[in-house]
Every structure is written in structure tokens, then in C-alpha cells.
């Protein structure tokens, strides 16, 4: 990287071990797992042994992973997916009003199908209250889908509480852990999950790969009709070069996530007190203890967190002002008008987010740069005082 790259949270680059471990599978090791001569044998054997690896990973069964070509497939089969095989059982489904913009959409077009859908309200920090949950759940429910942490202002749900909960009333609980992968310890069994979504280059493997954790027992209908590949829930030839990836990464992560863990709260509390210590008028976004351990996120009165993102990149550092999955639209993040925020609040915010390959001179750079430039544009701005 040329200049400093603090928006992990958008994109990872992918790890030189995760590249190294893929490229025989683009050449020499190019079976179909569907076919049935020695080629086909090799790649099916690979196939399903970094299943279990991956499966390992997050406590599951082997038979539980079901790979897909990223999250927001992974977000569509688990939501789609369960509430058309389960529509006999009722029409409700309660997702919170933080969810990832793919996660928003689907609950959209289910409303659009005859569902009917709860979006519960978050507090100030973020996270969703265990009560107002259990006052939304009806005898309708099927599937509560709450995302493991936000992508955007970090802050981390009780999510095994919520699994618990859902699991005592009988309803399905999905969570998309995109933002967390890597960075927590999910575990589907002790998280209570019925379905998890978790994507490979959130955790420095290649795009395009996901998987979709579907706990024994749960029903979904297939979205995607073929071949009847992933035990017929997803059908096309599986990834196997981004498969292998993601199982080397998923090996990098369980030897070296503990000690990464520890680096980026370092980075991230520095840049939170420094930040917090220097520029006047600055507040953090999101919760003050239950965040992403890589996750610093402002809002600076009287500017834009657009043009503190320009000016930045000018000096060649890379931040951003929220999702990079919505940063074309001109609306404010939703997930900042959720805690309560005002328009002109949630405009002026910054996230940064470190990652593997950060070092302690970003954030002193950033420290060096940030103060000045928020006073220059506090100076060009009409509606600061
Ligand atoms: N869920 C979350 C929480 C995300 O941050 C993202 C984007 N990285 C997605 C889903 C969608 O992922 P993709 O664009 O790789 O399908």
C-alpha cells in the first residue's frame, strides 16, 4: 500500500499466504467436484475437507456450511430462503434497524411478498434492547436476523442473550457476522444460531465466497436452480480456488487472531483518545466499550464527513464516511439516524477501521493531519460556530 489505508472495514487486501495457497487450484488442480473421473475426485476430496476446516471455525458440523458467492447471497438465502419454506408456520420476521443494507433490501421485497416485518429501534450506542425484542415477537415470528456487530459504527449485540431467546420461542435466529469475523469469537453454538452469514475477503481471502452456517434441522428453499450442488441449496460449480482461500485464511485467523486482536485495540484507543483529546467538538459514534476492536468512528460538528474524507485522501490517507455498500447515495447512513442522530449529525461522521497490515505510524499520521484539517474546514464552514 502506497499511501495509509484505514477502511478495513470496506476492503481487505488478500493475504500473500491465502494468494500462494489458491494457485494451484487455478492451474494444475483444476477438477470439477461433479465429475466423476480422478480430476473430479481430487477436487471433491478438497472441497469437503475445507469444509469441515471452515466449519471448525465457528464450532459447526461440516454439513452445516453451504458455500456461496458472498454475504449478500449468503443474507438472501438465510432470510428468503427460510421465510418461503416457512410461511406455513407464520408471516412475521424482526430484524433491527441497524441490519446491513443487503439485509434491509430483502426485508423489503419480503414485505413486497406478504411478510410482514418488525424493525426494532437500537439505543444511543447502537444496540438493541432485549425487552423491546421480546415485546416485538408474536405468535406469527418465524426469524429474527440481527447482525453481529455494525459495519459501520462497531458496536457488538448481545448475541447469544438474542440466540437464547429466540431459541426458548422457537423462532429461527440469523445473524450476519461479516462485520465481526476475524475479529470475535463467533461461535454457533454457544451464539445460539440458526443461520450465520460470513463472507472470505472480510477476513483477508478472496472476493466472491461466502457461506451460509445452516444449523441441522433448519429449512430453506433454494434461490438459485441448477445443478443441485450444496445439497441442493446452492446450486453452480463450486469456487474451489476461493474455497481453499478461505480455509488458509481461516488457519491464519485461528493461529494469529488473538494477538492481531490485541494490535488493533492498541490503534483503535489511541486514535479514539487522541482524537477525542485534540479536536474540540468531536464525538464517537457507536458504543464506548462494546466495539469492533479495529473500529474508530467520529462525527465532527459543523463539517461534512465528505469533505474530511477528500481532504484526507489528498494527503494520502484512506478513511470513509460510513458502508461503503451506500457511500453513492446521497441519504445519510441509516444506522446513524437510528441512534437518534440528526441529518446534518450523521453527515459530518468519520469511521476508520484498521486491519493486518496497519502499523503505529497510520494512526500517528492521522493524528499529525486530522486536527488541521478539521479546523481548516470548520473555518469554510457556514454552519459551524
Ligand atoms: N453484510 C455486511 C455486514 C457487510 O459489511 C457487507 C459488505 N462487506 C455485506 C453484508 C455484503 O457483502 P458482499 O458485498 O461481499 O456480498
Same mark, same amino acid.
Given at each position: $500500500?502506497?499511501?495509509?489505508?484505514?477502511?478495513?472495514?470496506?476492503? =481487505?487486501?488478500?493475504?500473500?499466504?491465502?494468494?500462494? #495457497?489458491?494457485?494451484?487450484?487455478?492451474?494444475?488442480?483444476?477438477?470439477?467436484?461433479?465429475?466423476?473421473?480422478?480430476? @473430479? /475426485?481430487?477436487?471433491?476430496?478438497?472441497?469437503?475437507?475445507?469444509?469441515?476446516?471452515?466449519?471448525?471455525?465457528?464450532? #459447526?458440523?461440516? /454439513?452445516?456450511?453451504?458455500?456461496?458467492?458472498?454475504?449478500?447471497?449468503?443474507?438472501? &438465502?438465510?432470510?428468503?430462503?427460510?421465510?418461503?419454506?416457512?410461511?406455513?408456520? @407464520?408471516?412475521?420476521?424482526?430484524?433491527?434497524?441497524?441490519?446491513?443494507?443487503?439485509?434491509?433490501?430483502?426485508?423489503?421485497? !419480503?414485505?413486497?411478498?406478504?411478510?410482514?416485518? +418488525?424493525?426494532?429501534?437500537?439505543?444511543?450506542?447502537?444496540?438493541?434492547?432485549?425487552?423491546?425484542? *421480546?415485546?416485538?415477537?408474536?405468535?406469527?415470528?418465524?426469524?429474527?436476523?440481527?447482525?453481529?456487530?455494525?459495519?459501520?459504527?462497531?458496536?457488538?449485540?448481545?448475541?447469544?442473550?438474542?440466540?437464547? &431467546?429466540?431459541?426458548?420461542?422457537?423462532?429461527?435466529?440469523?445473524?450476519? #457476522?461479516?462485520?465481526?469475523?476475524?475479529?470475535?469469537?463467533?461461535?454457533?453454538?454457544?451464539?445460539?444460531?440458526?443461520?450465520?452469514? !460470513?463472507?472470505?475477503? /472480510?477476513?483477508? @481471502?478472496?472476493?466472491?465466497?461466502?457461506?451460509?452456517?445452516?444449523?441441522?434441522?433448519?429449512?430453506?428453499?433454494? !434461490?438459485?436452480?441448477?445443478?443441485?450442488?450444496?445439497?441442493?441449496?446452492?446450486?453452480?460449480?463450486?469456487?474451489?480456488?476461493?474455497?481453499?482461500? $478461505?480455509?488458509?485464511?481461516?488457519?491464519?485467523?485461528?493461529?494469529?487472531?488473538?494477538?492481531?486482536?490485541?494490535?488493533?485495540?492498541?490503534?483503535? /484507543?489511541?486514535?479514539?483518545?487522541?482524537?477525542?483529546?485534540?479536536?474540540?467538538?468531536?464525538?464517537?459514534?457507536? *458504543?464506548?466499550?462494546?466495539?469492533?476492536?479495529?473500529?474508530?468512528?467520529?462525527?465532527?460538528?459543523?463539517?461534512?464527513?465528505?469533505?474530511?474524507? !477528500? +481532504?484526507?485522501?489528498?494527503?494520502?490517507?484512506?478513511?470513509?464516511?460510513?458502508?461503503?455498500?451506500?457511500?453513492?447515495?446521497?441519504?445519510?447512513?441509516?444506522?446513524?439516524?437510528?441512534?437518534?442522530?440528526?441529518?446534518?449529525?450523521?453527515?459530518? +461522521?468519520?469511521?476508520?477501521?484498521?486491519?493486518?497490515?496497519?502499523?503505529?505510524?497510520?494512526?500517528? =499520521?492521522?493524528?499529525?493531519?486530522?486536527?488541521?484539517?478539521?479546523?481548516?474546514?470548520?473555518?469554510?464552514?457556514?454552519?459551524?460556530?
Amino acid at each position: $500500500m502506497n499511501g495509509i489505508y484505514l477502511d478495513y472495514q470496506s476492503s =481487505k487486501p488478500v493475504d500473500p499466504r491465502v494468494v500462494e #495457497a489458491m494457485l494451484p487450484y487455478f492451474r494444475e488442480k483444476f477438477g470439477n467436484p461433479s465429475s466423476l473421473h480422478l480430476e @473430479g /475426485d481430487q477436487a471433491t476430496e478438497v472441497l469437503e475437507n475445507c469444509r469441515e476446516d471452515i466449519a471448525r471455525f465457528i464450532h #459447526a458440523d461440516k /454439513d452445516e456450511i453451504i458455500f456461496t458467492s458472498g454475504a449478500t447471497e449468503s443474507n438472501n &438465502l438465510a432470510l428468503i430462503g427460510f421465510a418461503l419454506r416457512n410461511r406455513n408456520k @407464520g408471516n412475521h420476521i424482526v430484524i433491527s434497524e441497524i441490519e446491513h443494507i443487503s439485509v434491509h433490501n430483502i426485508a423489503k421485497f !419480503l414485505e413486497k411478498s406478504g411478510f410482514e416485518v +418488525s424493525r426494532i429501534p437500537v439505543d444511543q450506542y447502537g444496540r438493541i434492547s432485549l425487552q423491546k425484542l *421480546h415485546d416485538r415477537i408474536t405468535e406469527k415470528t418465524i426469524l429474527v436476523s440481527i447482525g453481529y456487530a455494525s459495519n459501520e459504527i462497531g458496536t457488538i449485540q448481545l448475541v447469544s442473550e438474542i440466540g437464547k &431467546l429466540c431459541r426458548e420461542k422457537g423462532i429461527a435466529f440469523h445473524s450476519d #457476522a461479516v462485520a465481526a469475523e476475524g475479529l470475535l469469537p463467533v461461535d454457533v453454538t454457544k451464539d445460539n444460531l440458526d443461520l450465520l452469514t !460470513l463472507s472470505s475477503n /472480510d477476513i483477508y @481471502g478472496p472476493k466472491g465466497l461466502g457461506i451460509l452456517y445452516v444449523k441441522e434441522g433448519t429449512k430453506l428453499n433454494t !434461490l438459485m436452480i441448477g445443478g443441485g450442488q450444496e445439497r441442493g441449496l446452492r446450486s453452480g460449480t463450486e469456487n474451489i480456488p476461493a474455497i481453499v482461500g $478461505m480455509r488458509k485464511t481461516v488457519e491464519i485467523m485461528q493461529k494469529e487472531m488473538d494477538i492481531e486482536v490485541k494490535r488493533f485495540t492498541q490503534y483503535r /484507543d489511541e486514535l479514539i483518545r487522541g482524537v477525542l483529546e485534540t479536536i474540540p467538538k468531536c464525538h464517537l459514534n457507536g *458504543h464506548p466499550q462494546h466495539r469492533l476492536p479495529n473500529n474508530a468512528h467520529f462525527r465532527f460538528d459543523g463539517i461534512e464527513g465528505e469533505s474530511l474524507l !477528500l +481532504s484526507l485522501k489528498d494527503k494520502g490517507i484512506s478513511v470513509s464516511t460510513g458502508s461503503a455498500c451506500t457511500s453513492k447515495t446521497l441519504e445519510p447512513s441509516h444506522t446513524l439516524i437510528a441512534l437518534g442522530l440528526l441529518h446534518e449529525e450523521a453527515h459530518g +461522521s468519520l469511521q476508520l477501521t484498521c486491519g493486518r497490515f496497519s502499523q503505529p505510524k497510520d494512526v500517528e =499520521k492521522v493524528m499529525e493531519v486530522l486536527p488541521g484539517v478539521v479546523e481548516r474546514l470548520r473555518k469554510l464552514s457556514p454552519i459551524y460556530r
